[in-house]
């Protein structure tokens, strides 16, 4: 956490309300997303309990499982909630603009979810049925595999910094706003909303209070309380399972009805809460750079549903060394530019990154516009030097390339010595990109003495690191080959893990 952000902690502790971080949401919001509250029992790893889904408030639907032991019930669960999905997936695969290969779609879904516990339980759900059969022994609906993954091309995409198709509700909000609680408490949808609009009448003294009872704002998901479970909710499938056994219709229509309200009771104020979330962030404008990210995940989704319609296979259980090695390089990169675009936007992430050295803003003490050099090709070329002095804490070295959001589209720099100077610094670079095509650079291209100006370190374009083809992997990295068999589905794949138990 830099100082800035601390500070920020602090004055809404201090002041008991929550102090904006960021002057812009930095995040898409769908004008249409598809919101899914999922919960799951406590302690019960992988078997879902319910799910609330719709893409308006209004709207929502309440799916439940009775016994979220039963895998019949738990796949039916899969089904009906895969079929919602889909719905809303597939009108996105209709509109696509360009020509051949450059074509892609123009507009790509967004799910939320209330918490990252939720992205989380789409992940399992997503496990559990990708890999499931439609056919023979244990078959489940046509629609489950293929929900199964999408959602884990959702889940993964999800990783990625910046993107913006399955998003946690609480993260954005913790993007935009600081409270006075720590970050793991900031995971809490209702003790976060308490911090920043708590409910007429009420101080967050008393918000926060109510949010920490479960009984009045249970858990945001995807776990729930384990007073409610063993009070309520174990008595009420207990019930349920004597009804079934019994093979009493109306008493297990009054069993599964009384169940299906217990859970609303559960999940309805999540489901409310979300929505109130999200009108809160629709107050705050977008920023500039937002529509630029979200045209990678309109690709990446274009990619995607390409690939499935070519008969697609399911994503691995587990990355190989390489993919691991790669997909940990691409995350690495989209977190760089992500962080770069909210500073580039956004001059109070600037000032949150220029207080931990890793950017600087200061005034333009020297200039030397009409320096030039010789390239390799014996060209004549203008690259000026600008020196800057600034109070700011620098800890960039000689060599780092820069951009500016005080100057032109186009601007780019490279630090040439970083020298202390009293209570100052100054910190001369070489301007090599934004000044045109000429000899001579354009107006304004060139910061004059006496202008202030902000530098921030460019992501820039970097090779793909290079890694040994699949067959050179040292055995140190490598799995036992598998004779026979598609590495990216394990032979056993469709093959239960479970009996067909109660």
Not at 128 to 156: H, I, K, N, Q
Not at 429 to 439: A, C, D, N, P, Y
Request: glycine share 8%; aromatic share 6%; net charge negative.
């Amino acid at each position: 956490m830099s100082t800035l952000s601390a500070l920020a902690h602090v004055q809404a502790m201090e002041s008991m309300q929550a102090v904006p971080l960021t002057e812009f949401r930095h995040r898409r919001l769908s004008s249409r997303p598809l919101v899914i509250v999922p919960l799951a029992m406590a302690g019960e790893a992988g078997a879902p309990l319910a799910a609330m889904v719709g893409s308006a408030k209004r709207n929502g639907t309440l799916l439940v499982v009775a016994q979220p032991r039963n895998r019949d019930q738990r796949f039916a669960f899969a089904a009906d909630l895969g079929r919602i999905v889909m719905d809303y997936i597939d009108p996105f695969r209709q509109d696509r603009r360009g020509d051949g290969e450059r074509s892609r779609y123009t507009d790509a879904p967004q799910l939320l979810v209330p918490t990252p516990g939720g992205v989380k339980a789409l992940a399992d759900l997503g496990r559990m049925c990708r890999f499931r059969a439609t056919s023979g022994p244990y078959a489940v609906p046509d629609v489950v595999p293929e929900f199964g993954m999408w959602l884990t091309f959702l889940v993964d995409r999800a990783e990625q910094a910046g993107t913006s198709v399955l998003l946690p509700v609480t993260t954005m909000l913790a993007e935009h706003w600081a409270t006075g609680q720590s970050t793991l408490e900031d995971q809490n949808l209702a003790s976060l909303m308490a911090w920043i609009a708590p409910p007429s009448g009420l101080s967050v003294e008393q918000a926060m209070a109510d949010a920490e009872n479960p009984d009045v704002c249970p858990p945001a998901g995807p776990s729930t309380s384990p007073e409610f479970d063993n009070r309520d909710l174990a008595p009420a499938i207990r019930k349920f399972d004597t009804a079934r056994t019994l093979g009493d219709p109306h008493a297990l229509a009054t069993a599964e009805t009384e169940l299906r309200e217990m859970i609303a009771g559960q999940i309805q104020p999540t489901w409310r809460m979300v929505w109130q979330a999200l009108s809160l962030l629709r107050s705050v404008p977008e920023a500039p750079r937002t529509a630029k990210r979200f045209e990678g995940d309109c690709k990446a989704f274009t990619d995607y549903s390409d690939y499935r319609d070519d008969g697609g296979l399911p994503q691995r259980k587990r990355d190989t060394a390489i993919g691991a090695a790669r997909r940990l390089g691409w995350l690495e990169r989209a977190l760089a530019e992500f962080e770069s675009d909210m500073a580039f936007d956004d001059r109070f992430v600037l000032a949150d990154r220029r207080s931990a050295g890793e950017a600087f803003a200061g005034t333009v003490v020297k200039a030397e516009p009409g320096r030039t050099v010789t390239t390799d090709k014996n060209r004549r070329v203008p690259r000026p030097h600008v020196t800057v002095r600034t109070e700011d804490p620098v800890r960039l070295a000689a060599d780092t390339k820069l951009i500016s959001p005080s100057m032109p589209a186009g601007h780019k720099a490279m630090i040439v010595s970083v020298l202390p100077d009293g209570d100052t610094t100054r910190i001369t670079v070489e301007i090599t990109g934004g000044m045109g095509r000429g000899r001579v650079p354009k107006q304004g291209t060139v910061p004059d003495p006496g202008q202030r100006i902000a530098y921030l370190p460019d992501p820039g374009w970097r090779p793909a690191p290079q890694f040994p083809a699949s067959d050179a992997t040292p055995w140190t990295h490598s799995a036992a080959d598998r004779v026979g068999t598609d590495p990216a589905v394990p032979e056993d794949a469709t093959a239960e893990e479970w009996g067909n138990e109660d």
